[in-house]
Structure formats: structure tokens, C-alpha cells
């Protein structure tokens, strides 16, 4: 099946075209991250207007770099939530609507379920397996048993990975998202040279909790004014990136050793962390499991992804009628549309 597929949950408008919910024939991003740096974040309705901007170029653009025409595409699919409401329906107005014109089917999809999908574009990856997806919104540990059969295993009680990044990176006076300029920073830095907590390390539970950590920066910072400079600020960003990795490796190898599963996925924004793909690797290493991490175009917020929940559930003959924008949409709730609802 050759599908159009349409990204607009938060602040990227996307369009891809995709073979089979495998092959990716094209795949097209339009940031708005330099509008809303000014603002040192999102700001919901300024996403809303920069998407109905951006849709149609992009969708333009995903065809054409395909080398396809509208009329050769058999099915849509969008992004249905988690997400800003006002965003997510600028693309499922937009997929609808394309559908509706061209007489084909259309899907709204879930934007963790993408993330966590992403990996099948490079390579078959086999069920079952522990997932790990981390994003501006989400940290979740997940059972995948199949598409469509996801079973958390813990999550954030508060701050997700990518906000964490994010809101340090504020106070550390680096413009939104930060979390990529941390990243850049950290490379320079000393991991050992600032002492951070690791919450909820050793509580048992799988489950993640950030906002201290943030908390922990500023009280660096208003103890050390300087902190926030040259190689100081390499070192705290090391410092930082170091504790939030610690905490994402530990928790995710409990979860590969309470579950017994020997395969894991590390999906979302916060996988394009360069501390967060080494440590990865060296814990699946040690722990003798197989490592799947998309490359980082395909961790970032991108439309190829919803290529594989796309395909699959309409080849399933799932089909949204009317596609409501769902902006909490937990992922134990796909269960239901495999049942024949949702
Ligand atoms: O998945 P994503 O693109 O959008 C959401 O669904 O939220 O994730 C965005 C998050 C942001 O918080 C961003 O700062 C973070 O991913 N991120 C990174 C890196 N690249 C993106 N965090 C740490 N290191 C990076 N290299
Ligand atoms: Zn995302």
C-alpha cells in the first residue's frame, strides 16, 4: 500500500510518503522551532497557524520528492494525538480531506505508537520487545508484544526526558529545545564534575522522575553564577546528561531483566542524545540484547514513522470515520482498535 502520511502534533509540520509501512520514498520536515525559540517554547497557537502554512507545502514536497502523484497514493494517514489539539487538526483536516477527494482510506494514528514504530523502517525488528521512548512529552518503558499491544511498564511521574533537557537548558540560558545544544556541550564537558541526583534510582519501580533534577541545576546555578559559561557550562551540561542517562540505561535494563525479553527499542527525540546511544549500546552489550535505535532523523518528530501503524492498521481494514484530535492518548489504549473500536 503506498501511503501519504502527515505529521502536526506539537511544533514540526511533516509529510512522507511510504511503501508497504517499510520503505520510505520520501520524507519532508518543516521546523518551527526557530518561531517558537523566541518565545523559549511552544506557543499552542502560533503551532496551529505555522501548520496550515507549511501542510500543503509539504505534502507537495513529500510527493514530489517521491516521484509520485496524488492519484497513485492508496491510503492517508495523520497524526491523531497525543499532541496540541489545534495543531494535531490542521493535519487530520488535511488528510481527510485529500482522502475524501481521492476516494481512499484514511487513519488517524498515535503519535507514541509512530515513535515506537519507527525502527521497522530500517529493519525488521521481532516481537516481543522492550520499548523505551522518549520525547518532549513521553517516558515510557513498554512490553510490545505486537503492533498494537503495548503494556506500560513504567513512566514519568513528572517532567518526560525531552522537558527535562529542555528546562535546564532554559536556565542555563540556551534557547529552546535545548536539549540537542546539551548535547553538543556536553561532548566538551567533565560527566563527573558536578554532582546531580539520580531520582528513583534504586526505588524498585520502573518508573522516572526529572523535575529534582532540574531543581538541582538551578540550585547549582544560584550557588555558582558562573556555572552557566565556558567550560563550566560544558561540565554541568556533561553533569546533567550524565545523571539523566544513568537513569534511562539503569531502569531500561530492569526492565529487560524483570520482563526476560532479549530485544529493545529506544524511540522519540531525546534517542537523538549522543550519551544516550553509547550508553544504550554498551548496556545492551553487557546485557547481551539486541539494540534498535532509528537513526536520528527518524527519532526526531518526522512522518515516515506513522508510515508502520499507518499500513498496518489499515491493512487490517481499520478505518477512522470522523478523526477527533486526542491529545492524551495512552498507548494501552491501541488494544481497543485491535478489538474492532478506538
Ligand atoms: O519526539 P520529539 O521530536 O517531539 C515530541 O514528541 O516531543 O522530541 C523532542 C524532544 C525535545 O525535548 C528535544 O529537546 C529533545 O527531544 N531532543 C534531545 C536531543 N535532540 C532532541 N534531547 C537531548 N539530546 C538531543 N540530542
Ligand atoms: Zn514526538
Known amino acids: 500500500m503506498l501511503l501519504l502520511t502527515i505529521e502536526s502534533s506539537c511544533d514540526e509540520t511533516a509529510a512522507a510518503v511510504v511503501r508497504d509501512g517499510r520503505i520510505v520514498l520520501s520524507s519532508i520536515v518543516a521546523s ?6 523566541e518565545y523559549g517554547g511552544v506557543v499552542p497557537e502560533i503551532a496551529s497557524r505555522k501548520h496550515m502554512e507549511a501542510v500543503s507545502v509539504v505534502v507537495d514536497q513529500a510527493l514530489e520528492q517521491a516521484g509520485v502523484s496524488l492519484d497513485a497514493i492508496e491510503g492517508v494517514a495523520a497524526t491523531q494525538g497525543p499532541g496540541l489539539v489545534g495543531a494535531l487538526l490542521v493535519g487530520i483536516c488535511t488528510a481527510r480531506a485529500l482522502a475524501w477527494a481521492k476516494g481512499v482510506p484514511v487513519v488517524g494514528v498515535n503519535h ?15 516481537f ?16 510490545v508484544e505486537g503492533v498494537g499491544r503495548y503494556r506500560t511498564l513504567g513512566q514519568t511521574v513528572d517532567d518526560a526526558a525531552g522537558e527535562a533537557f529542555d528546562k535546564s537548558a532554559k536556565l542555563l540560558g540556551l534557547p529552546y529545545p535545548g ?5 553538543r556541550l556536553a561532548a566538551e564537558g567533565d560527566p563527573a564534575a558536578v554532582k546531580l541526583p539520580r531520582p528513583l534510582l534504586h526505588d524498585g519501580t520502573l518508573d522516572f522522575s526529572f523535575s529534582g533534577l532540574k531543581t538541582a541545576v538551578l540550585t547549582h546555578l544560584r550557588h555558582h553564577p558562573d556555572a552557566a559559561e565556558g567550560q563550566a557550562l560544558n561540565d554541568l ?5 550524565a545523571a539523566v542517562c544513568e537513569v534511562l540505561v539503569h531502569k531500561t535494563r ?7 525479553v532479549r530485544r529493545l527499542v529506544v524511540a522519540g527525540g531525546v534517542a537523538c542524545n549522543s550519551g544516550l546511544r553509547r550508553e544504550m549500546a554498551a548496556m545492551a552489550d553487557t546485557e547481551g540484547v539486541i539494540l534498535h535505535i532509528p537513526s536520528p532523523a527518524l527519532c526526531a518528530d518526522n512522518a515516515a514513522m506513522l508510515g508502520v501503524p499507518g499500513d498496518f492498521y489499515l491493512s487490517a481494514g481499520y478505518r477512522s470515520g470522523t478523526i ?13 482498535r485491535l478489538a474492532g473500536g478506538g
Open 237 to 241: 551540561c556533561a553533569s546533567f546528561q
Open 128 to 143: 516481543p520487545f522492550v520499548a523505551l521512548v522518549v520525547s518532549g512529552g513521553h517516558t515510557h518503558l513498554y512490553l
Open 32 to 37: 518551527q522551532a526557530a518561531v517558537h525559540a
Open 112 to 126: 507514541i505508537e509512530s515513535h515506537l514504530l519507527a525502527a521497522f523502517l530500517e529493519q525488521p525488528v521481532e
Open 179 to 183: 536539549g540537542v545544544l546539551i548535547d
Open 254 to 260: 530492569a526492565a529487560l531483566r524483570e520482563t526476560g
Open 324 to 336: 477527533d484530535a486526542i491529545p492524551t492518548w495512552p498507548l494501552d489504549a491501541m488494544a481497543a
